[in-house]
């Protein structure tokens, strides 16, 4: 059975991330990454459908301690792996990632300060144990396993193709095919321009609208601090002009909403033309950033839309047909191929069974501290990153204050920590406030929040800057032994 200081259950973006840092600041630590697939990257190498890239911009996408030098801000995903596998390589991590091993219960014994882990080496079919002082979860938060399909009625007369985008694969013909997309979120703007460049036409069916906020491709504030600058400079000023520009449309659209929408709405109108019934199909009910911006390129989908190779239904489905869909409007349409671009399922934890002192932990239960461990379990600290701005933002600042913590406790000879509310009540609320389909369909499955700091979750990267970076680890709410 081997031993580490660190366990880090993920070699995808935050994994490495993670990795990266225990190496540049906590270099006496010995740690592994159990990585459950065989490759690196996690949701960029898992995804495989047409036109796959960030909803975010890559100066505040990529890590804060290597600067983004390709052109694109916004990315596609074989870029991205590319800049992983670089990072992998500079920073030697390769040999400390376990392919294969995946992880389906983890177990703390306080008797001996120490975690047990257990899970299948999936290359050998052998079963994998190991132990360590302090785990690092960076699984994300979705099922990699499958996506979300509704139970549609009638699916099963369908005669032709139909896909979650969740499984796609490099045989699915779609060339001069009619092709639907059932979906108006990220995956949804994502694959419609670059499927209708080959479609005979493309249908983008939504149920209700998403705001949809076009990104320049190609930033020239970036290119041109680039051009002036070293890249580590270039990189912080290019990064935190995107984290200012995020924290000021956010705040806005929570201040101003009808002012944003009005905003937003333009952009769409300028692009699609005045006769295009915006209102309709780009107006969604909700306020911004109820739910998260879908970010396009360039107006990709709007010149797609404008170019006539897509048009966007707003109705409901009804059922389908052997030919299609049947709407409730009464409209039927006809397809070759459609695409469930309906969502992702909820899983926290990568769904490995927690337990302490043989106690099943209930995450849905449990109140998270600081936005990176949760309610009287020891010496676990997992990275979710924010739903208003780039996840990378927030995965490099709790592993900063991961890298402190474990200083901290090496100094004052302790070896285990859990953040304790200490017998003293709070208001337990759902940890994100989206009402997103696939956040409510999992609602119950994720920890909660209070409503005071530590226990309440900041979605503002300058709070948690200064929460973690720069205030004191010792605070009356984590228990050190």
Not at 228 to 235: E, F, G, Q, V, W
Not at 253 to 269: E, H, L, M, Y
Request: charged fraction near 25%.
């Amino acid at each position: 059975m081997n031993h580490y200081d660190i366990i880090i259950i993920g070699a995808g973006l935050s994994g490495i991330g993670a990795a990266c840092h225990f190496s540049m600041n906590c270099p006496d630590k010995s740690y592994v990454l159990f990585e459950g697939r065989n490759n690196i990257g996690g949701t960029w190498d898992l995804f495989k459908y047409p036109g796959i890239r960030s909803d975010s911009d890559m100066h505040t996408f990529s890590f804060k301690f290597k600067p983004w030098t390709y052109n694109k801000t916004i990315s596609d995903a074989s870029t991205i792996m590319q800049y992983l596998q670089e990072t992998v390589d500079e920073y030697k991590i390769k040999e400390k990632i376990k392919f294969n091993h995946f992880m389906t219960e983890i177990s703390w014994s306080s008797e001996d300060n120490k975690w047990t882990i257990k899970g299948t080496d999936n290359s050998k079919n052998e079963p994998v144990i190991s132990t360590c002082n302090f785990i690092m979860l960076c699984t994300g938060y979705y099922d990699y396993e499958k996506g979300y399909t509704p139970d549609f009625k009638g699916l099963e007369s369908y005669k032709g193709q139909f896909i979650h985008p969740q499984k796609w694969t490099d045989d699915i013909n779609y060339e001069n095919k009619e092709v639907i997309v059932i979906g108006s979120g990220a995956t949804a703007v994502t694959l419609i321009p670059t499927m209708a460049k080959k479609t005979k036409h493309i249908t983008m069916l939504q149920r209700s609208p998403t705001y949809i906020l076009s990104r320049p491709l190609h930033d020239p504030f970036a290119k041109f601090v680039h051009k002036i600058m070293p890249n580590k400079m270039a990189h912080f000023f290019s990064r935190w002009k995107n984290i200012l520009l995020s924290m000021y449309l956010y705040r806005a659209s929570k201040k101003n909403p009808d002012a944003v929408r009005k905003f937003i709405k333009g952009q769409a109108k300028k692009v699609l033309g005045p006769d295009y019934d915006v209102d309709t199909h780009f107006n969604p009910k909700y306020n911004p950033w109820d739910e998260r911006l879908c970010a396009i390129p360039d107006n990709d989908l709007f010149n797609t839309i404008k170019e006539n190779k897509c048009t966007v239904i707003t109705d409901h489905i009804e059922t389908f047909t052997e030919e299609g869909i049947k709407l409730k409007s009464g409209k039927e349409l006809k397809a070759d191929l459609i695409v469930s671009a309906t969502g992702l399922n909820i899983k926290i934890a990568g769904g490995m069974e927690i337990t302490v002192d043989g106690k099943k932990m209930e995450l849905g239960k449990l109140i998270n501290y600081k936005g990176l461990m949760l309610q009287d379990i020891p010496n676990l600290v997992a990275i979710i990153g924010y739903t208003n701005a780039s996840w990378t933002l927030k995965a490099d600042l709790v592993c900063e204050y991961t890298c402190r913590l474990l200083k901290h406790m090496d100094k004052n000879g302790y070896s285990s920590c859990a953040p304790s509310l200490k017998g003293e009540d709070t208001e337990m609320s759902p940890v994100i406030d989206f009402t997103s389909g696939y956040i409510q369909r999992g609602m119950a499955k994720m920890p909660k929040q209070g409503k005071e700091f530590p226990w309440r979750l900041h979605q503002s990267y300058v709070k948690d800057m200064v929460n973690l970076k720069y205030k004191k680890i010792d605070d009356r709410y984590l228990v050190f032994k």
